[in-house]
């Protein structure tokens, strides 16, 4: 059984930043293409950004040039540096593995509030 724990998120203003954390228990993420998801109020679940084993990464157009995924494979854990935060940034952020389709149980996300 795979438990995600997603962290560090809060609020900050328009134009501040965050940075989120990923931790797996029961799996060495290194081996997967692991990637951060956002849902906000009402609205569907989304990709922001991913991440293969060998480094590479994509983006959704709406966080290009703002936001950074990364790992560390010695912590078994992803990030997400999130600059230049905007209010319509806000929502619950989750992460998992998978390349099309998300392969674990969601864990309870973190929730990102950037007031204007």
């Known amino acids: 059984q795979v438990q995600l724990v997603e962290s560090g998120g809060g609020l900050v203003q328009s134009g501040g930043s965050l940075r989120l954390s990923c931790a797996a228990s029961?799996?060495?993420?290194?081996?997967?293409?692991m990637g951060w998801y956002r849902q906000a109020p009402g609205k569907q679940r989304e990709l922001v950004a991913q991440?293969?084993?060998?480094?590479?990464?994509n983006y959704a157009d709406s966080v290009k040039g703002r936001f950074t995924i990364s790992r560390d494979n010695a912590k078994n854990t992803v990030y997400l540096r999130m600059n230049s935060l905007k209010p319509e940034d806000t929502a619950v952020y989750y992460c998992?593995?998978?390349?099309?389709?998300?392969?674990?149980?969601w864990g309870q996300g973190t929730q990102v509030t950037v007031s204007s």
């Open positions: 998992n593995a998978g390349f099309k389709l998300p392969l674990w149980t």
């Open positions: 029961g799996r060495i993420l290194s081996i997967y293409v």
């Open positions: 991440i293969s084993g060998a480094g590479s990464t």
